[in-house]
Nanobody
Framework: QAQLVESGGGSVQAGGSLRLSCAAS????????MGWFRQTSGKEREGVAA????????YYADAVKGRFTISRDNAENTLYLEMNSLKPEDTAMYSC?????????????????????WGQGTRVTVSS
């Protein structure tokens, strides 16, 4: 059974940095899409960043481009999200997700229905 476990959330001041990790077990995402999503109370979950594990193609939401970096350690089956220049509006519950079905053309997106496996989330709070 696939399991995704996030870590690395916390509280930082605006302008600070955090690195989120997502350890995958029970399934090897070798040529799949993996991503990070976030959700705040009363709002829909939104895609932050995605990566194709077969080649490293990356995709970012406009709100985080230039500040966040998604990466993947295939040997460790772990997904990362490096977050720099954090803003109060980045405050949210961050969840990692993975698509169970292989993607052979390397094209991923931030569409929710592309992802089948989800972690429980880790909270990020950015104070001004």
């Amino acid at each position: 059974q696939a399991q995704l476990v996030e870590s690395g959330g916390g509280s930082v001041q605006a302008g600070g940095s955090l690195r989120l990790s997502c350890a995958a077990s029970g399934y090897t995402y070798a040529s799949n899409c993996m991503g990070w999503f976030r959700q705040t109370s009363g709002k829909e979950r939104e895609g932050v960043a995605a990566i194709w594990t077969g080649g490293g193609n990356t995709y970012y939401a406009d709100a985080v481009k230039g500040r966040f970096t998604i990466s993947r350690d295939n040997a460790e089956n772990t997904l990362y999200l490096e977050m720099n220049s954090l803003k109060p509006e980045d405050t949210a519950m961050y969840s990692c997700a993975a698509g169970r079905y292989p993607v052979w053309d390397g094209l991923c997106s931030l569409a929710l229905d592309e992802f089948t496996d989800w972690g429980q989330g880790t909270r990020v709070t950015v104070s001004s």
